[in-house]
């Protein structure tokens, strides 16, 4: 098991992006996927995308990132890949309704971000979970819950 305890930069930076170009081609670059949530860990163990296991150790002043170069030689590299992250879009009927929405999902310290008067919630974990507190601001007229097609 490989340990890695700094981040040696951002993959999009200069000095990294011809090394990492002549590894793509040589298919020498390994993909460690995590989870959003696994981001703000400085301790993890995991497996990357080729099998490895590896275990990170950062200092507390230093965070993983999407992008973030673990390891980088002439034998090959270690990118950091945040997977696709999935939200529900919720829809206050009102203000009135906004305030008791945003209160409800404070109160559950579920991770949020807003377009125009939609609440968009980060779902990390299944969407079932989410909608099944959610059940009684939508019976009583509160919020909607707006399907991906209808967005």
């Not at 700094?6 to 460690?32: N, Q």
Request: proline share 4%; aromatic share 6%; net charge negative.
């Amino acid at each position: 098991m490989d340990l890695y305890t700094a981040i040696l930069g951002p993959s999009d930076g200069p000095e990294f992006h011809g090394a990492l170009h002549r590894l793509e081609h040589a298919d020498a670059v390994d993909l460690l996927r995590l989870p959003r949530a696994d981001l703000a860990r400085r301790r993890l163990r995991a497996t990357t995308e080729a099998g490895h296991d590896i275990a990170i150790a950062l200092p507390r002043d230093e965070r993983l990132f999407d992008g973030a170069v673990l390891k980088l030689d002439e034998a090959g590299a270690l990118v950091v890949r945040v997977e696709a992250e999935d939200w529900l879009r919720v829809r206050p009927s009102g203000a009135e309704a906004a305030l008791r929405l945003g209160y409800h999902a404070g109160n559950l310290h579920w991770r949020v971000r807003f377009e125009n008067s939609d609440l968009l919630v980060a779902l990390e974990g299944p969407e079932s979970r989410y909608r099944d507190r959610l059940v009684d601001l939508v019976a009583d007229g509160t919020c909607t819950i707006v399907e991906e097609d209808e967005a």
